[in-house]
């Protein structure tokens, strides 16, 4: 058995990709020892204004939904 070393990222659909200098190893089975970051090593992601566009749908653009909170919002 052979090990090797390298850093990658793991994207987004847990996907890890394996640099081309070792396309030897394509489509072979493998073992791998994942080593994360501490968490307080690890940086939070910054947010990026506008980010969330297409995330939030607005339905119905009206206020008479909120009739039913008046008791709550005096």
Known sequence: MQAIEF?????EH???TLP????????KNVR???LLPD???AKP????????????K???ED???LDDFKEYMC
């Open 39 to 41: 968490e307080a090593e």
């Open 45 to 56: 992601r910054r947010r990026l204004p506008g980010s969330a566009k297409g995330i939030l």
């Open 14 to 16: 847990g996907q890890v």
């Open 58 to 60: 607005i339905l119905v």
């Open 32 to 34: 791998m020892v994942v």
């Open 20 to 27: 081309a200098k070792f396309h030897r190893a394509y489509g």
């Open 63 to 65: 206020d008479a939904h």
């Open 7 to 11: 850093e990658t990222r793991i994207d």
